[in-house]
C-alpha cells in the first residue's frame, strides 16, 4: 500500500548519500519521475533546493518541483495536485517541529496519508525522517543543560511508522535518546547517517551509502533499553519489529 525511505542524515550536496538517492528513484518505478522537494524545515532554503535539484535533477533524471510553504499562500487544491501528482515525494532537513506546525495549518499531513495510500514514494532525510513516524528525538528545540549535556525534544510526525524515530545516532549528543526510551512503550528506530530504512507495505529492510553505518531497535522493558542492530537487506515483515 505504501512506500518510505527515511534516511537518518547525511550530506546531499556532497553527495553522501548517492546510492540511496539511487535506490529511492529506482523505487518509484518510473524511468523520469516526477519528484517533489518539501523544503519546510530548512526555511525553504534555496542552497538546499539548488543541492536537490543537481542530485535529483541533473545526476539522475527527475523531473523536480519544489513546494514553498513558508512565505507562501498556496491554495489548497494546488498543495493537493503538486504533492499527488508526484511519483516521489522528498522531504529536506531542519527544523522538524516548525515544519510540522506549517504542515498541519496547510493540511500538508492529510495530503502526505493520501500520497502513501497512492504508493506514491516519501522520502527524506533528518526532519524528513522524523515526520514519517509517530514521534521523533528533535533537536528543533535543543539546549545544552547545566551538566553541559544537550537535552532533545520530541516531534510529532504524521505517523504513517508507528513507532518513535532518532537520526543522526551517529553524532554526538544522540545517545540520549536511550535515556528516551525509558519511558516509551513503542519500538524506537534509531538510524545513523548515510543509512536507511526502507518501507514496501508491511515490509522492512535497511540500506546503506556507507556500509559503516547502523540503524538499531530499542525496546523499553520497564525501564531497561534492549537494543539490537537491524541489518535486514532482504524486506522482512514490519511486525517482527513494531
Known amino acids: 500500500m505504501g512506500k518510505i525511505v527515511a534516511i537518518g542524515g547525511g550530506e546531499l550536496r556532497l553527495k553522501e548519500t548517492m546510492p540511496i538517492d539511487k535506490y529511492i528513484v529506482e523505487f518509484s518505478e518510473n524511468s523520469t519521475p516526477k519528484l517533489l522537494f518539501i523544503p519546510t524545515a530548512s526555511g525553504d532554503s534555496r542552497g538546499y533546493i539548488n543541492s536537490i535539484n543537481k542530485v535529483y535533477g541533473e545526476h539522475l533524471g527527475c523531473e523536480v518541483d519544489t513546494l514553498l510553504l513558508v512565505e507562501n499562500n498556496i491554495p489548497q487544491n494546488e498543495i493537493e495536485r ?74 510529532t510526525g504524521i505517523g504513517l511508522i508507528p513507532a518513535i524515530h532518532c537520526p543522526h545516532y551517529n553524532e554526538k549528543g544522540r545517545e540520549a535518546f536511550d535515556n528516551m526510551m525509558k519511558t516509551e512503550k513503542i519500538s524506537g528506530i534509531a538510524i545513523e547517517n548515510n543509512c536507511a530504512m526502507v518501507i514496501k507495505d508491511d515490509m522492512y529492510k535497511i540500506i546503506k551509502s556507507n556500509n559503516n553505518r547502523k540503524a538499531y531497535l530499542l525496546k523499553n522493558d520497564n525501564g531497561n533499553v534492549n537494543k539490537s542492530e537491524l541489518n535486514t537487506i532482504e524486506f522482512s515483515p514490519l511486525a517482527t519489529i513494531l
Open 82 to 155: 503538486k504533492i499527488l501528482s508526484s511519483n516521489i515525494i522528498y522531504v529536506g532537513g531542519g527544523d522538524t517541529v516548525k515544519m510540522m506546525e506549517i504542515w498541519r495549518s496547510n493540511k500538508i499531513d492529510k495530503y502526505l496519508k493520501k500520497a502513501y495510500e497512492n504508493n506514491i514514494v516519501l522520502s527524506g532525510l533528518s526532519a524528513g525522517s522524523i515526520c514519517w513516524f509517530l514521534k521523533g528525538h528533535s533537536d528543533s528545540n535543543t539546549y545544552t543543560n547545566r551538566d553541559g549535556i544537550l537535552n532533545y525534544t520530541q516531534a
